[in-house]
């Protein structure tokens, strides 16, 4: 049965799981189809958003491969432009421009073993492609979570919600999964900011 963290937990990956070497990161979220004037209920907390259309909300899922907590090789970077990182441990499964559908709508394939030595943490972050011409942000979404799942046997080992109010916010640092010696670990960080695109959120770790 998988583990359910909240926002700020964080949790042995591997330690825990003897032999554990590749895994499926899963994210997933839900458009809200009517603006709800906050009657909404939703793991956002119908925030209503910022009055933009909900048609066409395209949700990007990245993950920024840092050394060091530095992000310094644009060739660790993840995304739906360059879906494998040039190790080839880190391979994005592909976009997802509608959030439609149940279960996971984006997924990223990582082998722990292959991630190199000197990368030492995996920020996994969304953003709302093109949010500020749409008038997009996360109040207008609904539903969101990040899942791990041992590729081996496909047992999901932990899932964290999404469940604050993330109104006005256009871009959250869903999850990190980091090195604690020999070990992985995965944080639940759950953060929002109104960055408006990938790449300002990767001048962060700069």
């Given at each position: 049965?998988?583990?359910?963290?909240?926002?700020?937990?964080?949790?042995?990956?591997?330690?825990?799981?003897?032999?554990?070497?590749?895994?499926?990161?899963?994210?997933?979220?839900?458009?809200?189809?009517?603006?709800?004037?906050?009657?909404?209920?939703?793991?956002?907390?119908?925030?209503?958003?910022?009055?933009?259309?909900?048609?066409?909300?395209?949700?990007?899922?990245?993950?920024?491969?840092?050394?060091?907590?530095?992000?310094?090789?644009?060739?660790?970077?993840?995304?739906?432009g360059n879906l494998k990182s040039k190790c080839g441990s880190v391979q994005h499964a592909g976009d997802n421009t509608t959030g439609e559908g149940d279960g996971d709508d984006e997924?990223?394939?990582?082998?722990?073993?292959?991630?190199?030595?000197?990368?030492?943490?995996?920020?996994?972050?969304?953003?709302?492609?093109?949010?500020?011409?749409?008038?997009?942000?996360?109040?207008?979404?609904?539903?969101?979570?990040?899942?791990?799942?041992?590729?081996?046997?496909?047992?999901?080992?932990?899932?964290?919600?999404?469940?604050?109010?993330?109104?006005?916010?256009?871009?959250?640092?869903?999850?990190?999964?980091?090195?604690?010696?020999?070990?992985?670990?995965?944080?639940?960080?759950?953060?929002?900011?109104?960055?408006?695109?990938?790449?300002?959120?990767?001048?962060?770790?700069?």
């Open positions: 049965m998988a583990i359910v963290l909240q926002k700020g937990q964080r949790i042995d990956l591997t330690k825990g799981h003897p032999g554990l070497e590749k895994i499926i990161v899963g994210l997933g979220w839900d458009p809200i189809e009517k603006k709800s004037g906050g009657l909404l209920g939703g793991l956002f907390g119908g925030g209503g958003g910022s009055g933009g259309s909900n048609s066409n909300m395209d949700i990007d899922a990245s993950v920024i491969m840092l050394q060091d907590d530095k992000f310094v090789d644009k060739n660790n970077l993840v995304y739906f997924q990223v394939i990582v082998e722990l073993k292959k991630v190199p030595a000197n990368i030492n943490k995996l920020v996994f972050v969304v953003n709302i492609y093109n949010c500020v011409k749409l008038k997009q942000d996360f109040g207008q979404v609904e539903n969101a979570f990040i899942r791990v799942i041992n590729s081996g046997n496909n047992e999901e080992l932990l899932k964290f919600d999404l469940s604050e109010n993330y109104a006005g916010l256009t871009s959250l640092t869903v999850a990190e999964i980091y090195r604690s010696g020999s070990e992985w670990k995965f944080g639940a960080v759950g953060s929002g900011s109104t960055d408006a695109g990938l790449s300002s959120m990767v001048e962060r770790y700069k």
